[in-house]
């Protein structure tokens, strides 16, 4: 079971940008697929974005497309999303998973940390 901490959560305006990191324990990070997820209150956790095992293939949602980027550093045990132009909407916990069989999805079999709150004023 790998470990997750995410980081780089905070308060924001509007137009902004922010980098959340998460850390992953262990030396088989290389095998897991990693993505990105957030809960805003009072609505159910969402995907945001993917990445493979490799980093050769990533996925976002239609929501953040343009304006977030996710990408992984497999020597570092890191994964990131890089998040600009944030928006009022953007404001959640943001969770990194972790999957070792596919790309994480809202229903996978998915490691999860911690979160990390972002929040973006208007």
């Known amino acids: 079971q790998v470990q997750l901490v995410e980081s780089g959560g905070g308060l924001v305006q509007a137009g902004d940008s922010l980098r959340l990191s998460c850390a992953a324990s262990g030396r088989t990070f290389s095998s897991y697929a990693m993505g990105w997820f957030r809960q805003a209150p009072g609505k159910e956790r969402e995907f945001v974005a993917a990445?493979?095992?490799?980093?050769?293939?990533?996925a976002v949602a239609d929501s953040v497309k343009g304006r977030f980027t996710i990408s992984r550093d497999n020597a570092k045990n890191t994964v990131y999303l890089q998040m600009n132009s944030l928006k009022p909407e953007d404001t959640a916990v943001y969770y990194c998973?972790?999957?070792?069989?596919?790309?994480?999805?809202?229903?996978?079999?998915?490691?999860w940390g911690q979160g990390t709150q972002v929040t973006v004023s208007s």
């Open positions: 998973a972790a999957n070792r069989m596919e790309l994480p999805s809202t229903k996978g079999d998915n490691s």
């Open positions: 990445i493979s095992r490799s980093g050769g293939s990533t």
